[in-house]
């Protein structure tokens, strides 16, 4: 499977991990395990860096507003990315950009330290 979650609950943190190539049914499969697991609230890293995807922007707009669906807060998201392949990435933080805080780093330990401070420390 080309995402790999990993839900941390003591830190309430995700951790997704993309190899290879994406599909729009992988991003929809990992986004229900999320709500599955009922834990949308927790911080978020994604690592998109090795992957690559045709998944259209409208697309992930689809999967952002059935993820908005409900009262339920969700937690903020830091996206890995190579920068010559980000599409996937700057295309979900538009799409949810408005209603949770969302940024692309380079680095694992940029966005490790992001999520930190975002979360209130427990992404440490």
């Known amino acids: 499977m080309p995402l790999h979650v990993e839900i941390h609950r003591l830190s309430r943190t995700i951790v997704v991990v993309a190899r290879g190539e994406i599909t729009a049914e992988?991003?929809?499969?990992?986004a229900r395990e999320i709500v599955d697991g009922n834990v949308r609230h927790f911080a978020k890293i994604i690592d998109v860096s090795t992957s690559t995807s045709e998944v259209?922007?409208?697309?992930i707009g689809h999967i952002a507003s059935w993820l908005r669906a409900g009262e339920v807060t969700r937690g903020a998201v830091a996206f890995v990315v190579d920068p010559e392949r980000e599409e996937?990435?700057?295309?979900?933080a538009d799409a949810t950009q408005s209603d949770r805080p969302v940024k692309l780093f380079r680095s694992i330990h940029e966005a490790r330290r992001?999520?930190?401070?975002?979360s209130n420390g427990f992404a440490d």
Request: with cysteine.
């Open 26 to 30: 992988d991003v929809d499969r990992c």
């Open 56 to 59: 259209t922007a409208d697309q």
């Open 88 to 92: 996937l990435a700057q295309n979900f």
């Open 114 to 118: 992001w999520i930190a401070e975002v």
